[in-house]
């Protein structure tokens, strides 16, 4: 069964009504777009996704990337679409013009780029780590590195990765261990093993381009002292052509649960062969480079888990109005009909709380896209700032709030396919094992937590987590002010809000009084209550849309009521959750914190 | 690494100090037994499961079953380990003596099967399928019936099947559509197709014993015209002797995420050759006899889940004492050596929750194992009488929570493994796959969610859940009784308790003044309230008995502060999320009901 992994209804509602990219178009950099344009680029994605990306999903699982003869050996239908993926442009969407990019926003690219990872994941992953290094090249590269490494980049016929974990520095990159000698001319020998290397060995590509955490001999401990380097699978000429192999050998291919049409690798580095990496910026900034690259590689994890949570959904959804199994409570007549299994209420539960995520996620993924247009283009300057602060605080919740509220989601969806769900013959259980690593890579949840708590909600006076709290109040002034619906909503979401508020600042309070460890232990449980309340924030204004397109009349009216209906579930069954999370935190609760090894 | 799957000091500690396993020693049916007997067979137990089951856990999941030239194919190790353990008795664990049992305590029995379901849950599944069907036939099969099929059941020369879904009635039994049609003394032949059928086809056993649910021709329709047969793959004399093929024939292998070894089959009934069926009891009340191995197997489902849960937990302990990567907050020295991440709050607090998980449904699993010896052999009949109520209303929960929580929980272990918990090289995935079965086999959660507000909270005037209160009452009397550390939690406890009853109330209301479908629309909710309440309960109880023997100084006190904390964390982490389901279900939310198929 072919089936819709997206919803367009829903991509031109939050696209158009709630992140009002239209508005964009007035902005110098995206002059002569408009929406015409930003909807044949998500309509060519969609295409391109459904024909060459959907077809060979359960294939590129099936028959995962495998070692022959040394050589990596994947079918034959992911080149085919990456191909097509590069040839229209989407490895360098959001670029400029000048450089052959398309110069789109990115809430626009956000939304084309779902539609890839909706269809398959797996396949997306090459094209995405690719636009991922480039960015951090363009951003950070010298001119002589631009010039060799992009122009091939972004025509797919390089393709990138980006190194960083080694066998004793996942989550600590730390204690990256990497070493890199200088050569002269900003060259290096680089020495080491890198793992987990998604996309790290293939023939898909001519070439494949990975950037390196390394540390070059004498360099301070820690991550003061680690710099980025570009490290070629073979050597590339100032012109780009392809040389001889540059000592990046393949140690082994990991077999993962789901996901597994991307390569999982160890990587040495200088091991037989010398490898030469091409120092980008300064030495020992590194990983100042890298997070650059990790922020929107964070934001994409929490997009990837949005895409298959949707595609789950949909399929889901179409079975519960095809499959017929069960009457209604009530029916004593066993000679009745069975009805659609969307007329159970539990079913009906299980659908709406899935739509109430992955169009929640959604409209999360799309407004970090539309801040990083805002930080980057917006008139003007405080605006602009503002942009980047919000951008800040919510990049872990972008990340890990998809990453679970998803898996939940999927999971939702197998049960709504009961025996099928769990059955390789239908596709919902890949979903379930592709979207659950994306708790683990681009920095685990946990470390998201970290970031969320222990950086960002407290960095520059904590003026992110004040900008946040004004914007979602006044979300639920402006709820409050639409009445009708809206009204009881939006006064759940300031009651959200002062319950997070509240347990921010004990937080903070009891940072300074107590040690880090402890203050940071429910730091978790932090996370969480806040995605809630951001994903409320933005249920209430879609909320708000929905209301006034119906007040106007315009609009499909079942989609709007639809939309009020998921906003009021989320708002009632998802949001009160954080009534006891407050509590907990307030309280400091030090339950695992007091816990003992030895008690175990 | 070989690691240990459960742990025998909880087990120790649940039956003889929570569960006080040793008083059944007192009765007839237990005479002669006593604790160094159970220690014994729960000891041969974990041998059997370690040294066969546990070693080709993963082949068996990726060797799954094949077939070859119309054959099924099974690695050799499934065959040899449950040799090993029917040879041990114990698909006879619980039998009469007379009949070749070990007629043991079911708390006890079940202790010694969650070994073999922690080791290899997908081989342990066709000794525990025989064991099901077996109980039936002795339960309710004719002396004939017994004579032919149970001896060679127990010996394990035979094993067992549930045969109820059809491609048109799976959570739906009364569209069974399979036919019988008589030819004299009982049996009837049979002709029709099921589906989802574990262990339906193998050569693990000289034979197959189906048990069908079937329509007899011109019976009623619905669940009032379902009988049940006695279908073995092989004709059997009345003397088990086996004979020529009984037209039973494998339509197909269906492919699951996980439980990989156990096979999953499409079986036609007397496509081309006859098949026979032996009536088992009489006409029409198929249903009935199936529901009393059902709920056997509900519970045996929530027993598999934990095991796994539990497997898991424990090998994420050990990799979290080993493992070291990154400093504490605060430690700023990046040349002090990384510590083991159990040191870490956020893996701390992953750990305390899986071992409150795993910890509290294995205690739940054996106080319904204690309540079947109770129900069978109380010496009191009002005791009997009141504990066949409390394992009504306990078995949906014990069917549904631990397959649910236990998910998360081995999500977590996942988690604490990082990228090594997604990979197939290291064991955590699996069960993260295999236990996802347990939320959808022998009825999804939904459906035990409408069994326990539609059926058992209601059943005879609410005797059963009334008796349920009853118990969690005197356990939070008795703890606030106990002072000290137990006060608080048992205060929490009678807090739950009271948000339970309250909507236990109104839904009762509800479902008296509003149509049936709309009041049972949210039993979903309803059964994680209960589940968390029950849990809280048996956690409250752990507790008591921790803080007694702490006092007294006997046990392993650092095991025994452990299990303080974790029920600490339990009541304070998990119960707490009752408050927000009691309020939806006061309000008798019905966001979902009212959700339109044209709004999605």
Known sequence: M?????????????????????????????????????DAIVVTARRIALDHFATHHRASDVHEPRLENGRVVIIPEVKAALRAMSEAGFLAATHDAAIGGMQLPHVVATAAIAWFESANVA????????????NLIAKFGSPEQKAAFLPSMFEG???????????????????VRTAAEPIGDGRHHLTGTKIWI???????????????????????EGVRGISLFIVPRYHVGADGMIGAPNGVTLGGLIHKMGWRGTTSTILNFGEGERCVGWMVGEANRGLGYMFHMMNEARIAVGRAATAMGYAAYLYSLDYARTRRQGRLPGEKDPARPPVAIIEHPDVRRMLLSQKATVEGAMALILQCARLVDDAETAPDESERREAALLLEVLTPIAKAWPSEACQESISLAVQVLGGYGYAREYPVEQYYRDNRLNQIHEGTNGIQALDLLGRKVRQEGGAAFVALARRIAATAEEGRAAGGDVAPLAESLGA???????????????????EPARALANASVYLDMASRTV?????????????????????DQRFLRGKLQAARFYVRWELPKTVAQGDLLRQLDATPYEMEDGWF
Chains 1, 2 share one sequence.
Request: aromatic share 6%; proline share 2%; glycine share 8%.
């Open 2 to 38: 072919r089936h819709t992994h997206l919803d367009p209804r829903d991509l031109d509602f939050l696209l158009y009504e709630v992140m009002e990219a239209e508005s964009l178009a007035e902005r110098a950099r995206f002059a002569g777009l408009g929406r015409e344009t930003f």
């Open 123 to 134: 396949t997306a992953s090459y094209a995405l780590l690719t636009t991922g290094a480039a």
């Open 157 to 175: 016929r390089f393709f990138g990765t980006m190194a960083l974990t080694e066998p004793d520095a996942g989550s600590s990159l730390a204690d």
């Open 198 to 220: 998604s996309a790290g060995e293939h023939e898909l590509s001519k070439n494949i381009v990975h950037l390196v955490l390394a540390r070059v001999r004498g360099a301070p």
């Open 496 to 514: 959200g809000l002062a319950r997070l508020v509240a347990a921010t600042e004990a937080l903070a309070a009891a940072a300074e009084r107590t």
């Open 535 to 555: 994903v409320a924030w933005l249920w209430v204004r879609q909320a708000i849309a929905a209301a006034r397109l119906l007040a106007s009349g315009t609009g």
